[in-house]
């Protein structure tokens, strides 16, 4: 079953605790964190990290699920674990010494995952693919909510399925950025386990239907 992983970017802050009690139905809570520098936006801090994951606790005790869109991760990741993240996403981008910087995630105790921007070639992560448990396909060029879908990204998630078999390997492959009830099927039909979505779900004025809709998605 496809996996929905709602974005708070998309929430309203000034009732997050609402918000994410109200999407508990989903699988993973996606944070999109943002520096301004990496991407040209700011967002998310670990102040934000940490009561996200106080909500959850106290709820639908979903995986927090963190996107780090900041250079340098490699600086933060212990105080990302330690402010709640169960998985920590690094971009391929940002990261000269990928392999070293996966390792350290996996060291303090969070699932380790790679993102690739769209103009990313898939190639490049071939060396750590064994290292990762999540493979995180942007579908828009990271940095803002509500954007149109790449299509292009299709033949990535594609590709990242049929290497995953090839090599015997068990990562899981998210997809990020566009996507909505509409066009969730295409996605899934490429290959994606995990659906991030922003817009697509705070946008509707029922959340709960919308992830099941979601999750549902098949190939037309
Ligand atoms: C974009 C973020 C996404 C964003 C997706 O940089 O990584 O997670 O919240 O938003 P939608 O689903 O609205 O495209
Ligand atoms: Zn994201």
Known sequence: MTKIAPSILAADFGRLAEEIAAVGSADW??????????????????????????????????PVDVHLM?????????????AGADH????????????????????????????????TSF?????????VEIVLIM?????????????SSL???EQAARRRGERGLA?????????????????VSA???????GTGIFGQPDYPPTIDELRRSRAD
């Not at 490699?74 to 330690?82: A, N, T």
């Open 139 to 151: 579908s828009v060029n990271p940095g803002f909510g509500g954007q149109a879908f790449i299509d």
């Open 171 to 187: 990562y899981e492959i998210e997809v990020d950025g566009g996507i909505k009830v509409q066009n969730a099927g295409r996605v």
């Open 123 to 131: 190639d490049l992560i071939e060396p750590v693919l064994d290292l």
């Open 155 to 157: 033949g990535k998630i």
């Open 88 to 119: 920590i996403l690094v971009h391929q981008e940002a990261c000269p010494h990928l392999h070293a910087v996966l390792q350290d995630i996996r060291k303090a105790g969070a699932r380790p995952g790679v993102v690739l921007n769209p103009g």
């Open 70 to 82: 900041i250079s340098n991760p490699e600086l933060y990741i212990e105080q990302y674990r330690e």
């Open 29 to 62: 809570l996606h944070v999109d964190v943002m520096d301004g520098h990496f991407v040209p936006n700011l967002s998310i801090g670990l102040p934000i990290v940490e009561a996200a994951k106080a909500a959850v606790k106290d709820t639908s005790k979903l």
């Open 191 to 197: 290959g994606a386990d995990v659906l991030v979505v």
